[in-house]
């Protein structure tokens, strides 16, 4: 039997931080998705000076402190990637590379993607475009396919797809190590453009090359969060909320960065605090 959640809250900065320690504070079952290195861009922070109560605090020791409190908690970090998220009525599937989480709730606290879509992107998703290696790569058995790395996470899902497909062509497309086993064929061009009929059959890149493919996966970090969640409202790549963190779909709450600016840690971890406390409050609405 899946095993199933009341809250689960997807991001390891200030805002899913917060989000899960008033969460397990208030007695809920819960499940953090993120890194244990928990956010890059609070551990480079050189000064952080407004976050009350730890003047001129560095990134670093923010971190740690978050850390501290976490482990206190007995609230562990679930390392596995977040590809999807579904709306099913009265709970949420959460779909990772390896299996399927049920949570009642959920609250994004992922931060902003910055990479925009390629051109072709949205149009053939589903139809040959993918976000996740380990979920889809029995359709390309036999196949040719395309993926486009931005990380060195991308080298191993490229040497997963290698056992199953035929051929797989490696794209850098963000600056990181490249080490694929000798199944996967690097190529150093730079992805421009996805084109096709009704299904995804060319990779272009900017030097105006053209690769036959089968299918093609983009294994970017994070997802933006209208792919990560289909039917979710968003505007000018934010997530709409109210102010108790609320999107258009039950159940569902936003908060931090990725429901938009100003960038700021505390009021990242503020939002989190307000999330969480209306994530409990939906379902005490629910019982």
Known sequence: MMERYDIAVIGTGPAGVSAAITAKVRGKKLILFGSRHLSEK??????????PGLPNVSGAELANAYRMQLDSLDIPITEKQVTAVYAMGDYFAIQTPDDMVEST???LAAGVVTSKALPGEDAFLGRGVSYCATCD????????VAVLGYSEQACREADFLAETCEKVLYFPAAPHEV??????????EKPAAILGDRQART??????KRFDVDGIFILRASVAPDKLVPGLAVEDNHIQVD?????????????????GPPY?????????NVAALSAVA???EQK
């Open 42 to 51: 609070v551990e480079k922070a050189h000064s952080i000076l407004n976050y």
């Open 105 to 107: 709730a959920v609250i």
């Open 137 to 144: 790569a029995h359709f390309y058995r036999g196949k040719t």
């Open 179 to 188: 080490q694929v086993n000798g199944r996967v064929e690097v190529v150093r």
């Open 203 to 208: 990779l272009e890149t900017k030097s105006g």
């Open 243 to 259: 102010l108790q963190m609320r999107t258009n779909l039950r159940g569902c709450f936003a908060c931090g960065d990725a429901a």
């Open 264 to 272: 700021q840690y505390i009021k990242a971890a503020g939002q989190g």
């Open 282 to 284: 939906y379902l005490a």
